[in-house]
């Protein structure tokens, strides 16, 4: 099967490790290196690439370049709104700048603080106490399944698809597609199940979907809404553009064990079943991009070979 294997540059770090990858890729597949350029790529490292990722850029991931917060188009804070469309102009530019026909973005949060990029920083805000009554797993601040139906959660999704329409604009008006994608099962964290992400392509009728096959995993741990069934579903609103393929070890509920774990593994590491939900994806149309965080190569040609056998 000859589709698009593109990578999250999350997995590589410097431009001669970006080199490395592509000299390897293409020697063992025979297939063009593509890529998308992540939340955590700073300017002058973005800057310094340009000649190297001419015509290899399908998606920007926001906010790219960089930023100190993530967009939340959640918020009722004027200043975090107007910076939040900021930063995702900026991306816009990133993406029409690279030849990018696609971003991706988490578009907003339930909370009307700006919230950090960073992990400590962010692991601080959310066990804080604004947050606690929602807890229900204090390692990586999970929440329960009744989460996703609270008052104050479905206020804050419905203020994010209000301010989101204003970026879907912005998007068509330069000719590039949006993406949500969806999140994990984190307390203030937005668009973690898969009725979450039919309501967002509903409420905005030029909004795409990121279906992020890691995150769902964890989220299907909590709100059991069964994985490959919630693939299935959000495949049937016919709005999925991209993917992001990657595993974890997280672990769903059962003999008093659960563990949860957004870990960015290899395709053929850890709990999630890769193979059988690349199996509906495949049939999808939608864009196939690897964001493990390691073994970028052995990752691309991997997935190559899978899709050279046909599973």
């Given at each position: 099967?000859?589709?698009?294997?593109?990578?999250?540059?999350?997995?590589?770090?410097?431009?001669?490790?970006?080199?490395?990858?592509?000299?390897?890729?293409?020697?063992?597949?025979?297939?063009?290196?593509?890529?998308?350029?992540?939340?955590?790529?700073?300017?002058?490292?973005?800057?310094?690439?340009?000649?190297?990722?001419?015509?290899?850029?399908?998606?920007?991931?926001?906010?790219?370049?960089?930023?100190?917060?993530?967009?939340?188009?959640?918020?009722?804070?004027?200043?975090v709104i107007a910076q939040s469309h900021r930063d995702l102009e900026a991306t816009l530019d990133t993406a029409a700048e690279f030849g990018a026909s696609l971003v991706v973005v988490h578009p907003g949060y339930a909370t009307n603080r700006a919230i950090p990029s960073d992990e400590a920083p962010r692991q601080r805000l959310l066990t804080?106490?604004?947050?606690?009554?929602?807890?229900?797993?204090?390692?990586?601040?999970?929440?329960?399944?009744?989460?996703?139906?609270?008052?104050?959660?479905?206020?804050?999704?419905?203020?994010?698809?209000?301010?989101?329409?204003?970026?879907?604009?912005?998007?068509?008006?330069?000719?590039?597609?949006?993406?949500?994608?969806?999140?994990?099962?984190?307390?203030?964290?937005?668009?973690?199940?898969?009725?979450?992400?039919?309501?967002?392509?509903?409420?905005?009728?030029?909004?795409?979907?990121?279906?992020?096959?890691?995150?769902?995993?964890?989220?299907?741990?909590?709100?059991?809404?069964?994985?490959?069934?919630?693939?299935?579903?959000?495949?049937?609103?016919?709005?999925?553009?991209?993917?992001?393929?990657?595993?974890?070890?997280?672990?769903?509920?059962?003999?008093?064990?659960?563990?949860?774990?957004?870990?960015?593994?290899?395709?053929?590491?850890?709990?999630?079943?890769?193979?059988?939900?690349?199996?509906?994806?495949?049939?999808?149309?939608?864009?196939?991009?690897?964001?493990?965080?390691?073994?970028?190569?052995?990752?691309?040609?991997?997935?190559?070979?899978?899709?050279?056998?046909?599973?």
């Amino acid at each position: 099967m000859d589709r698009p294997i593109a990578l999250s540059l999350a997995a590589l770090k410097t431009k001669e490790e970006i080199l490395e990858y592509i000299a390897g890729f293409e020697a063992r597949t025979g297939r063009k290196a593509l890529f998308e350029l992540p939340f955590t790529m700073e300017k002058e490292l973005l800057d310094s690439l340009r000649p190297v990722l001419g015509g290899r850029t399908v998606s920007v991931h926001a906010a790219c370049p960089s930023t100190a917060c993530f967009p939340n188009l959640a918020s009722e804070d004027a200043g975090v709104i107007a910076q939040s469309h900021r930063d995702l102009e900026a991306t816009l530019d990133t993406a029409a700048e690279f030849g990018a026909s696609l971003v991706v973005v988490h578009p907003g949060y339930a909370t009307n603080r700006a919230i950090p990029s960073d992990e400590a920083p962010r692991q601080r805000l959310l066990t804080s106490a604004e947050f606690a009554p929602y807890i229900r797993v204090q390692e990586g601040s999970i929440c329960g399944p009744e989460y996703t139906d609270t008052p104050a959660y479905r206020l804050f999704l419905e203020r994010m698809l209000a301010n989101l329409g204003r970026f879907a604009q912005r998007c068509a008006e330069r000719g590039i597609g949006l993406a949500v994608e969806n999140l994990n099962p984190r307390v203030g964290y937005l668009i973690q199940t898969p009725g979450d992400m039919i309501e967002t392509v509903r409420t905005i009728p030029s909004a795409g979907l990121c279906l992020d096959i890691g995150h769902l995993w964890i989220a299907d741990a909590v709100h059991g809404f069964g994985f490959l069934e919630g693939i299935r579903r959000i495949l049937a609103t016919g709005r999925v553009l991209t993917t992001h393929l990657h595993s974890n070890h997280s672990i769903h509920p059962g003999a008093g064990l659960a563990r949860h774990t957004d870990d960015h593994e290899s395709l053929d590491r850890g709990n999630v079943p890769v193979r059988e939900a690349l199996r509906l994806l495949c049939g999808s149309g939608a864009r196939l991009v690897i964001e493990a965080k390691k073994e970028a190569l052995r990752n691309g040609i991997y997935l190559h070979t899978l899709l050279a056998e046909g599973f």
